[in-house]
């Protein structure tokens, strides 16, 4: 058996403790994507990671104890995950003003294929990257989420492996996906060279699959494409609750949702847009976003967002030198236009403004760092709220 101090991550047991029910988890399921024994699970729409393994507690593995530690490596909230993360990705802890995280240059693209303009969120600069990916030989799938049939307009999981496919998972949702999950898929596919999508929580693990030498899953995806967020919502309290009890809109009957300083919804039967406003939605927030401090995906290898003032383009923060190559073959073949960010002066105020202010959802006393990394988010204090209760073994 080996020990805790021998251990160099912990196991299991650690991240159940450390991360899961101190309200640290996001719901990426990195842990579950990396588990190589498959004794953890998902629970949607709670959101969390659960053991399965019949032969010991909720909250221990039988291969964590004999010196597993793969669920742990590959958290993007265990411990010092940012400083690893920025050190392994950048080669440096970032400065205390990145404070929306290590980056070469910021520009606005669009794409210019109309059939993806039409359907992309902002500037359709996420699935002009997939498409392009597909079509070169660079990726055989994309890990990205699309709106579920059953339950109607949930987000889930699926792999994309080519245009119609991509085209059909555009768009944003603000329900959660886990998109790590559709690994699985992926895997039984055979596909060995994957994009990753998600939004900071799960782009993240970018780093940590790198820092901490996950090596299998750090050589299979290839790019990982963030999506700025300030938050998602529960399912149940969000589109059952709010949007088809309170509001009376049938879910089929819906085209496309946005947030825009409020949260926006198209019906399809008159075209019409309803706006809610936001504080509307607050309650329904997942738990796992109260204390995530990443509004701009920054581990990822290329973020991107719709804030600012062109609509229709998204914002694109350039990371790692893989996105940066990516980024210049797409647009050295004119699929993409790019505009100079400094044609709208006021997005980058709003970014750090938006950034800075999620890092106070980190629960410690100070954001000023530790020692060892003045910019970065220190270890979680003792303040961690308390977190979801241990989920009965039977639901295990
Ligand atoms: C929950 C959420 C919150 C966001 N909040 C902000 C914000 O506060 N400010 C901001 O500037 N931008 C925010 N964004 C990002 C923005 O909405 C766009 O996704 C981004 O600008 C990329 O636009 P695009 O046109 O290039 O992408 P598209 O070409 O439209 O591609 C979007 C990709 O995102 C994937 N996706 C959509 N919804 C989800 C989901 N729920 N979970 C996982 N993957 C998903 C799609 O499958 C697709 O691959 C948010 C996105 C999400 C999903």
């Known amino acids: 058996m080996t020990t805790d101090t021998e251990r160099q991550y912990g196991q299991w047991k650690e991240l159940y403790y450390e991360v899961v029910s101190t309200g640290l988890c996001t719901g990426c399921a990195a842990c579950v994507m990396t588990c190589p024994r498959d004794v953890l699970e998902y629970e949607h729409p709670q959101y969390h990671p659960y053991n399965v393994e019949e032969s010991t507690a909720f909250d221990n593995c039988m291969h964590g104890e004999r010196g597993c530690d793969i669920c742990a490596k590959a958290c993007p909230r265990f411990r010092l995950w940012e400083v690893e993360s920025d050190t392994a990705l950048f080669g440096r802890t970032r400065l205390p003003e990145e404070v929306f995280g290590i980056a070469r240059e910021v520009v606005l693209t669009r794409a210019n294929d109309p059939a993806i303009q039409a359907v992309g969120q902002d ?5 002009t990257l997939l498409v392009w990916g597909l079509e070169h030989g660079k990726i055989d799938g994309a ?15 699926w792999v994309a492996t080519n245009r119609e496919e991509v085209l059909a998972s555009a768009g944003s949702r603000y329900t959660y996906a886990a998109n790590a999950l559709a ?8 596909l060995k060279s994957l994009a990753l999508v998600g939004m900071g929580c799960q782009t993240s693990m970018n780093g940590t699959l790198s820092a901490r030498s996950v090596a299998k899953y750090r050589r299979r995806i290839t790019l990982t494409l963030g999506l700025l967020c300030s938050k998602s919502f529960t399912y149940p309290g969000l589109m059952v609750g709010k949007i088809q009890n309170d509001l009376g809109i049938p879910l ?12 926006q919804i198209w019906r399809k039967s008159t075209g019409e847009e309803i706006d809610v406003p936001l504080k509307e939605c607050q309650p329904f927030m997942r738990e796992g976003c109260t204390h995530c401090p990443d509004f701009s995906a920054e581990h990822a290898d290329i973020s991107t967002g719709g804030i600012g003032a062109f609509q229709g383009w998204t914002l694109t923060i350039v990371r790692t030198e893989r996105g940066a190559e990516w980024l210049k073959e797409i647009s050295d073949a004119g699929w993409i236009s790019v505009k100079d960010v400094a044609e709208d002066p006021g997005v980058m105020k709003l970014l750090r403004k938006m950034a800075a202010k999620q890092r106070e959802r980190w629960p410690v006393d100070s954001l000023e760092g530790d020692a060892r990394a003045p910019g970065a988010v220190p270890p979680p204090s003792a303040g961690a709220s308390a977190g979801p209760d241990a989920p009965p073994k039977e639901q295990a």
Not at 146 to 155: E, G, M
Not at 183 to 190: D, H, N, P, S, W
Not at 253 to 260: C, H, L, M, R, T
């Open 143 to 157: 890990l990205t989420s699309h709106v579920s049939k059953d339950p109607l307009w949930d987000c889930e999981p």
């Open 123 to 127: 500037g359709g600069l996420v699935s």
């Open 183 to 190: 690994m699985k898929e992926a895997e039984k596919r055979g």
């Open 252 to 263: 089929d009957d819906i085209a496309k949702v946005n947030i825009k300083g409020k949260f």
